[in-house]
């Protein structure tokens, strides 16, 4: 099998390249990006609206565990499919089927319904999240890289901010099925753009579909992701149905090596986990994954109970990271052009490291405002940490493996997401849950009765007094400080493996040429 070989920094000049306007493509791909970046957050805030109507509340994590899923699986598969055919039919059947799973959502009679369609969903995102990133990549020369990340970063950003507004106002204005039918206007418009202005002139050749390897990788993934969201919740870590699903993962990714090593056209080639160039990268990116995980979890608990802040303002503090992140991105091309790759990367998980470090070590019940600086610096951290990785890959390929190679790189960091969630956690768990069964007799009685009731309590807006809130507040403030510092272990770690593993090379040469007009 060829390797493949750095590719021209050049805009794409080859006839395989997207020739039109890039402004408008732009512009259909962040809003497509849009459809899956506002999605956690809106759903999350119709929950209570949705178990009421339709029941099911002991599934409804399910709804969430779905989409998740069958995304992680389907990214390898299409970024494949978009080397071998093209990155529009593929981004234009993705956006088909996220906005079908869309309107069936809308309509869905029952939880169990729900579910299915949001797999459904996924099944659409996963083309989303593998060929809007291959087609900046294709469109934009290695200098102008970052500037694009940054922009597509920055729709997650807006999302953050704009989700549970907007879930909120469709929801009390009209219902919570709104907030699915609202993607399909949005995600018409998205398709309308691309179809016009994204042109391909692919050259047209027969393709062997690597069906047993797609099936294995997808069996693996999916047995891996599954567990990771159980384990600790429907059953535990060491429990016979954690043990069972992970050895079906370990043996289906066994047989998945064996067999792309053979295929003819292998969904996940060899050399993406062979070389040091792919490697070292796609090990950064799911460090990347975990960074972002953990602080999903404990900031906006630690916001409402420590800090007093109200759940709005607690938000802020999980958003300060998805701010910083594209403004970072956006600058990486001036420190990667000028200092390399590896290096930019560094600085990235260096600023990492600094930022989870300096939350351990901050007082009791700190100012809002450090812990607004410890979010943005870490988001910095992550838009220097990604951006370098992201454009290393792709310079690395031409246009006819970039499908494979990005695809790879997001694959990797959505499986850190998965796993930093399971692994985060039962940290942040495990220390809330012995806090509650060290606490004072005297106090037992007005404390939750266990880590679920906390978030019961927050919900249900009940007053604790004085002394049950201060040991409540320093036991989530235990399991935030647990949370940050396996963090910077992870940074570390993710230090070490820049360092150790991405290869040195130069800072890559500006192109010269001239880019498609806007």
């Known amino acids: 099998m060829r390797r493949p070989g750095p590719a021209s920094s050049a805009p794409p000049a080859d006839p395989r390249g997207a020739t039109t306007r890039r402004g408008w493509v732009v512009a259909g791909l962040m809003t497509t990006l849009a459809l899956s970046a506002l999605e956690g957050t809106i759903v999350a805030t119709a929950a209570p609206q949705v178990v009421g109507d339709l029941g099911g509340f002991s599934l409804f994590g399910w709804v969430f565990s779905a989409y998740l899923l069958t995304q992680t699986v389907s990214i390898p598969l299409y970024g494949k499919l978009a080397d071998q055919y093209g990155r529009k039919p593929v981004l234009l ?37 593998a060929t809007v990133q291959t087609v900046a990549g294709d469109l934009y020369a290695v200098e102008e890289r970052g500037k694009i990340q940054g922009r597509l970063s920055s729709v997650w950003a807006v ?19 709104w907030i699915f039918l609202l993607n399909v206007p949005v995600g018409l418009l998205a398709m309308a753009i691309i179809h016009r202005h994204l042109r391909e002139d692919v050259v047209r050749r027969p393709h062997r579909i690597d069906v047993l390897g797609t099936a294995l990788i997808f069996l693996a993934a999916g047995s891996l992701v599954f567990a990771l969201l159980r384990g600790g919740v429907a059953w535990g870590w060491t429990s016979a149905p954690s043990l069972a699903i992970l050895t079906v993962a370990l043996g289906a990714a066994a047989l998945a090596i064996r067999v792309e090593r053979r295929a003819a056209e292998p969904v996940m080639p060899p050399w993406v986990w062979r070389r040091r160039a792919f490697v070292g990268p796609n090990l950064a990116m799911a460090g990347l994954g975990l960074l972002f995980a953990g602080p999903s979890i404990v900031l906006p608990i630690y916001g409402q109970l420590v800090l007093g802040l109200s759940v709005a303002v607690a938000g802020l503090l999980l958003a300060s990271i998805l701010i910083a992140w594209p403004v970072a991105a956006s600058v990486s091309p001036r420190l990667y052009l000028r200092i390399g790759f590896r290096r930019s990367s560094m600085l990235g998980a260096t600023l990492a490291l600094v930022a989870c470090t300096t939350f351990v070590l901050l007082p009791e019940a700190p100012p809002a405002g450090a812990v607004l600086g410890v979010g943005l610096v870490l988001g910095a951290g992550c838009g220097l ?37 399971a692994v985060f956690g039962a940290i942040a768990n495990a220390t809330l849950h012995q806090r509650l069964q060290d606490a004072p007799a005297a106090l037992r009685g007005a404390l939750p009765s266990d880590v679920d009731g906390i978030s019961r309590t927050l919900q249900s807006g009940r007053t604790l007094d004085d002394r049950a809130s201060d040991y409540l507040a320093a036991a989530v403030t ?40 806007d």
Not at 159 to 177: D, F, K
Not at 488 to 514: K, Y
């Open 478 to 517: 235990a399991a935030t400080e647990h949370v940050f510092l396996g963090l910077a272990v992870v940074a570390l770690a993710t230090l070490v493996v820049v360092t150790a593993v991405v290869p040195r090379v130069a800072p890559p040469v500006a192109s010269t040429a001239t880019a498609p007009a």
């Open 385 to 421: 940490l990604s951006v370098p990785m992201v454009v290393a890959v792709q310079s690395e390929v031409g246009w006819e493996e970039r499908g494979v190679a990005t695809s790879a790189s997001m694959f990797c960091r959505i499986l850190g997401q998965s796993l930093g969630a």
């Open 159 to 177: 999302s953050a901010l704009a989700g549970p507004i907007l879930g909120g106002v469709l929801v009390e204005a009209l219902s919570w099925r």
């Open 93 to 129: 059947i993705g956006i088909t089927i996220f906005l079908a799973g869309s309107a069936l959502c809308a309509a869905a009679w029952g939880m169990v319904a729900l579910i299915a369609f949001r797999a459904l969903q996924g099944l659409g995102a996963g083309a989303i999240q």
